[in-house]
């Protein structure tokens, strides 16, 4: 042994016996040893690699590494076969390893065309909107809205306000609740924050009868709220806001008219704010004959939504009581919405709203119910949880002359018209 020439495999070496006669064997093996090296870094599949023949009773077995490249001294540190369990745990090793990357790639994959898709949806207009735009239309802002579990939140929503909040947090939480939404506490027949030990009990307040008298006149407003829109139903279609309308039988059912040829159609859409008094009282003096439960979504019902979502009425979870008045018929409808699920109506204490149930029954199969409940004007009908909408349709004289105008803060109670009916 005259010298040690190096054999060379990426970045490491091993110091191996040479002789002068075999030098230039040596410098073949050195290079057909980097050429393997720099095959085994290119190739795309990374294969195993095995190279033998380097002295006598030895093999050099190599393997790709994703962390440092591997020597015939990474195995063999002594002359002789590579240890067995050596090879064993760098084929795990590479099992491993070709396994993690498939994962990542189809985790990848996944997430890409999930992503595409989902653009596709938020971006591409379907076939309802293409024939009929007035009545379905949206944008990627909408549609990102739609696909929230707004359901989900809502029975969330509703299931934390009738949590008991502690005594010493009350003045505080229902204090900020009622500086945020302009709550008039001075109405209210118990003025006190302490008084009340459940977010439910404190939206569902009741309020002092003086606050509220009730006027003679024959159609009065069922809640405190804000006018979005009221007049004539046209061919059967209910304007909720200006430029939106929809089905009157897709929302409230069967319609069953006066035919008098005297009578027209009508309707009142009014908007409950959080802040506002939540219950809602009857309009008139009439009969409920029938009561409809229609589930649905939860969506919200503020003015900036109504305007870009077309019969969102018939979307959302309601319970709509059908019957008459001394004109014909006689409509009333408590809409749902976003932490608004719970909706209870008085005539029918077993009603359940805010329910989960299959998509199907929410958008196809309203439960309807008949029923013979007389209201007089004031009268206690029901009450949401936190705020949302009440719409009435209802046959009056075409001499009906409304003393409202779209945008006007109402009180129950008070006057809807001037006289004509």
């Not at 060379?8 to 980097?34: E, L």
């Not at 004539?232 to 430029?243: F, L």
């Not at 009561?291 to 979870?317: D, I």
Request: net charge positive.
């Amino acid at each position: 042994m005259d010298g040690r020439d190096a054999v060379t495999f990426g970045n490491t070496s091993r110091s191996t016996s040479s002789s002068s006669g075999t030098s230039g064997i040596a410098a073949g093996k050195r290079d057909a040893f980097n050429l393997l090296g720099f095959f085994n870094k290119i190739s795309p599949l990374r294969q195993f690699v095995r190279v033998s023949q380097m002295r006598s009773q030895e093999t050099l077995h190599l393997f790709p590494s994703t962390t440092s490249p591997i020597t015939y001294a990474h195995y063999s540190t002594q002359p002789g076969p590579v240890n067995s369990a050596t090879l064993n745990a760098a084929a795990k090793t590479i099992k491993l390893q070709r396994r993690g990357r498939l994962i990542r790639f189809f985790g990848v994959s996944s997430l890409l065309v999930g992503g595409l898709s989902y653009l596709g949806y938020l971006f591409t207009p379907d076939w309802r909107q293409l024939t009929d735009s007035k009545h379905y239309y949206s944008d990627w802002k909408i549609r990102s809205y739609f696909s929230l579990p707004w359901n989900a939140i809502s029975r969330t929503a509703g299931s934390l306000a009738n949590k008991e909040i502690p005594e010493g947090l009350r003045a505080t939480l229902f204090g900020a609740f009622a500086r945020a939404y302009d709550c008039r506490m001075e109405e209210a027949l118990n003025p006190d924050f302490k008084g009340y030990t459940t977010f439910a009990e404190f939206f569902n307040r009741s309020l002092r009868p003086e606050t509220r008298p009730i006027s003679a006149s024959p159609l009065v407003s069922p809640a405190d709220g804000i006018v979005l829109h009221f007049g004539r139903v046209e061919d059967g279609r209910v304007e909720y806001v200006k430029g939106h309308d929809y089905d009157i039988q897709q929302f409230v059912g069967d319609v069953k008219l006066n035919n008098a040829e005297e009578l027209d159609l009508y309707q009142v859409v009014i908007y409950l704010a959080p802040g506002n008094y939540h219950s809602f009282h009857s309009p008139a003096r009439w009969v409920a004959e029938e009561a409809r439960h229609y589930p649905g979504l939860l969506l919200s019902v503020r003015p900036s939504l109504l305007n870009r979502v077309p019969h969102l009425f018939c979307l959302n979870e309601r319970v709509v009581l059908n019957g008459e008045w001394k004109h014909g018929f006689f409509s009333m409808s408590a809409v749902a919405a976003t932490n608004v699920g719970d909706i209870a109506i008085d005539a029918k204490p077993e009603l359940q709203t805010n329910v989960r149930v299959r998509r199907r029954y929410a958008k196809y199969e309203p439960v309807a119910e008949q029923i013979h409940h007389p209201f007089l004007p004031g009268e206690k009908v029901g009450e949401f949880r936190l705020g949302s909408t009440i719409v009435l349709v209802f046959q009056a004289p075409p001499t009906l002359r409304f003393a409202i105008q779209a945008g006007d803060s109402l009180r129950y109670g008070q006057s809807l018209i001037t006289g004509g009916c």
